[in-house]
């Protein structure tokens, strides 16, 4: 069964430092999502991609946050100065089309110190 | 309370029981969706209501939706100790392209 697939697993990141969380959405997928779940809370949305631009996002995704397509496989999430508060597991996510379910992946756990 | 708030938290049950789990929301919905999460680990779609369809069915999964109570339940009939993980419900809002905005989670314990 198609994956969507994430690199690292695990990120351990200075405060201040930049981080790239990498996502291989699923290949016939049109629809790509960032998700985060700060532990013990819900899983909240970040910003939703489509055809090469974002097409929502949400009140966390601020200038600090910045999403890519670079290479028509890979989809990138970039925090450019880490903050202690976000610390959480990252999600990404594909989705073929709007109005079926979505497909996760096994997230990114990202630790800023 | 706020969008997408199951009932219960935590919900412990022997092997071969069913188990329900409810999820209230606020909001005129396009969808609901149930998703399932194993230890902090990936979330894995269960199963999509649409906001004009009533009852799902898959396999052992039964979904029903009330939009005039704004509500929905999940039953896992015949549970398993494989079942044992968190149980999500999320909504597609209305107005919104298909951004999910989830519940707080039921976690569901299955003892042999």
């Avoid at chain 1, 351990?12 to 532990?39: A, D, K």
């Avoid at chain 2, 999460?37 to 779609?45: A, I, P, T």
């Avoid at chain 2, 999509?48 to 005039?68: A, C, M, Q």
């Amino acid at each position: 069964e198609p994956e969507v697939t994430q690199t690292p697993s695990h990120q351990v990141t200075q405060m201040g430092q930049e981080v790239i969380l990498r996502c291989v959405p699923i290949s016939n997928h049109l629809y790509f999502y960032w998700y985060r779940q700060i532990l013990g809370q819900k899983v909240e949305f970040l910003v939703s991609f489509y055809n090469n631009e974002i097409s929502e996002k949400s009140e966390i995704f601020d200038d600090q946050f910045s999403v890519e397509r670079p290479d028509g496989s890979n989809f990138t999430l970039k925090i450019r100065s880490t903050k202690l508060e976000d610390s959480a597991m990252y999600f990404c996510a594909s989705q073929l089309v709007p109005g079926y379910g979505y497909t996760f992946g096994s997230g990114t756990r990202l630790t800023v110190v | 309370s706020q969008q997408g708030e199951e009932d219960p938290q935590a919900l412990s049950i022997q092997e071969g029981e069913n188990a329900t789990m409810n999820c209230s929301y606020k909001t005129s919905i396009n969808n609901l969706q149930w998703y399932r999460q194993n230890s902090g680990r990936g979330l894995v779609h269960l199963i999509l209501i649409r906001s004009n369809e009533r009852e799902k069915h898959s396999g052992r999964l039964r979904v029903t939706l009330d939009t005039s109570k704004k509500s929905s339940s999940l039953l896992i009939t015949a549970s398993r100790a494989a079942d044992t993980a968190s149980y999500f419900c999320a909504t597609v809002n209305t107005g919104t392209a298909s951004k999910l905005t989830f519940g707080t989670g039921t976690r569901l314990q299955v003892t042999l």
